[in-house]
């Protein structure tokens, strides 16, 4: 099964600074995806990855699967980014959902 | 439409009843999930369903019953939950269980058992 692991697991700084939540795994996966869920609330979807980079706003997102390692960067943070960021992975046959780290709890302070 | 509905968002109910969380796409996704969050837990599986089947159980206790009666919708029936059955419960959906593709979460259904 695979293991996925997120650094940090909280992380608080100021609005304007660029944010980078780290995520690893163990084995290899078919796709990683990036997750974000406020308080109380229910999980929407940033990204999916296979290979490279995506960018959506102010977010990025990126994947290396030789060293089997994402990173999600926040641009020009806000206190809206504020959330718990969550990285998962799908495995190669995804009959089983999917396999999420921690979650990275991220305040954004104005 | 590109949400996944759950309904209803909050529940309470005591040990002894019967009640029911629903969950319905209409995106043509043919794989949903109902996953079981504690607070400050990741999301645990419950259970998978793949073209209206029952491909996964992950041991879930049998007071969850799940029940897929078409494409569109997915159906929690609970029976004789005990308090520590307390926690978010979230549907979500993919195009199939096939990993290539992304998932749609629903906004969860907040239970506690009294």
Redesign the interface.
């Known amino acids: 099964k695979n293991e996925v692991e997120q650094s940090p697991q909280n992380l608080t700084a100021q609005e304007g600074e660029f944010i980078t939540i780290n995520c690893s795994y163990s084995v290899g996966?078919?796709?990683l995806?990036w997750?974000q869920q406020h308080p109380?609330?229910?999980?929407?979807?940033l990204f999916?990855l296979?290979s490279g980079k995506k960018k959506h706003g102010r977010l990025i997102a990126t994947i290396n699967i030789q060293e089997k390692h994402s990173s999600l960067h926040i641009t020009a943070s806000h206190p809206r980014d504020s959330a718990v960021y969550?990285c998962a992975v799908?495995?190669?046959?995804?009959?089983?959902?999917?396999t999420?780290?921690?979650?990275t709890h991220l305040i954004i302070q104005p | 439409d590109t949400e996944v509905t759950q309904t209803p968002k909050h529940l309470v109910m005591g040990m002894t009843n019967k009640k029911s969380l629903k969950c319905e796409q209409h995106m043509g996704h043919r794989a949903m999930y109902w996953y079981k969050q504690k607070a400050k837990k990741p999301p645990e599986l419950m259970f998978v369903y793949s073209y209206e089947k029952l491909s996964i159980n992950e041991s879930v206790p049998s007071r969850f019953s799940p029940e897929c009666p078409n494409s569109s919708l997915l159906n929690l029936h609970l029976h004789a939950l005990q308090p520590e059955d307390s926690a978010l419960y979230l549907c979500a959906s993919s195009q199939s269980t096939r990993g290539l593709y992304g998932y749609t979460f629903g906004s969860g259904t907040r239970l506690t058992v009294v």
Not at chain 1, 90 to 95: F, H, L, N, P, V
Not at chain 1, 100 to 103: A, E, N, Q, T, V
């Open positions: 996966i078919s796709a995806h997750l109380g609330g229910g999980i929407v979807s999916m296979s969550i799908s495995s190669g046959g995804g009959a089983d959902g999917l999420f780290g921690k979650g």
